[in-house]
């Protein structure tokens, strides 16, 4: 299959100056395929990919240069060498993608809604290697909430499908503070909070390690809350991210397809008219995502309301392409390639669950409802 594609030369000649974290990308999805096979287990983590990104420097590179960083995915021009990094990952690793993506997300969320002291305590976390994450999800009834005294902070309740687990040492906790919705970002490994991975028993992303995160009598400082109550769910980074998620499972059905092909050439059936048919079915979808994200990389100018719905579509867009990708590498290898152990079986598996984001048909019916009311059948040409 074509390989995603590289970033583009500017006027002068010059590579984009994200050129780097593309490669350190496709670098880290080299050491995390080597190892994917193994870290899908219950309990499991891709440790030796995340140690990858710690060593290459992709840790970091969200941070605004000022900070030590690239500014991929916080400044401007950067979005559309954010995504192609985030599919090499996921082409690599989707549990690693994801862990990736979510660290990505909470240092756009402390760019976006941090004084400069935060900013720059957190930066100096990034540098030094700490995982950070983005834990939303709780059980009605069971979830997060801040009782502040004075500048001191008591947490009380739990997340749940909160992706790396102990791993992740400075997760971003939305939680309820008093009539809000507050963001926090948390110092784990300072605070005696309760790791559950067991609570993660699904057949697939078990390397995400997205258990259940305990973290009732933990108290911290008034300085850890970030922004004001309701920032989390600002538009249009709250929808607009969801970009960043839809590259993490393109590269999985990148590496679907890869798999496939290097499938079929070794039984010899390459050649034949009807996989040719399939094989070229597929790269015509893995394009039509590629161009999903070239499109939502090119919406710095345009209004929240055009952002939430082209990124809603984007996002959908995307879920249909790896689904057609999944029945096509299936129907392509047959029962006999998705056998364990084996990329086709394990990665079909991680697609599968990670494509179930919350809410597919309220995300085309508010683009619909966007096209609607602007009288806009399309988005792209204005963009």
Partial sequence: MTPLPTLSLGG?????????????????????AAHAEADDRPGGFPEAGLAALRETGLLAAPLPPVRGGLGLGTARGSDHALYLALAEVGRGSLPLGRVWEGHVNALVLIEAYGIDAQKARWAADARDGHLFGVWNTEIPGDGVRYVRDGERVRVEGAKTFATGGAFVTRPLVPGALNDGWQMAVLPTDDLDVEDQPEWWRAEGMRASRSGRVDFSGAEVAADCLLGQPGDYLREPLFTGGSVRFAAVQLGGAQALADAA?????????????????????????LETGRLWLLGASRLADADADAVRAYAQMARTTVERVCLDVLERTDRAVGARGLGRPGVLERVGRDLRLYLRQPDPDGALAQAGAFSVAERRPTLGSDL
């Avoid at 000649?13 to 995390?32: K, N």
Wanted: aromatic share 4%; proline share 4%; hydrophobic share 50%.
């Fill in 261 to 285: 092909v290097a499938y079929l050439a070794d039984l010899g059936r390459t050649e034949h008219p009807v996989q040719q048919v399939r094989l070229g079915e597929i790269a015509t979808r």
């Fill in 12 to 32: 002068d000649g010059q590579a984009a100056p994200w050129a780097d974290a593309l490669s350190a990308a496709r670098e880290v999805a080299e050491i995390a």
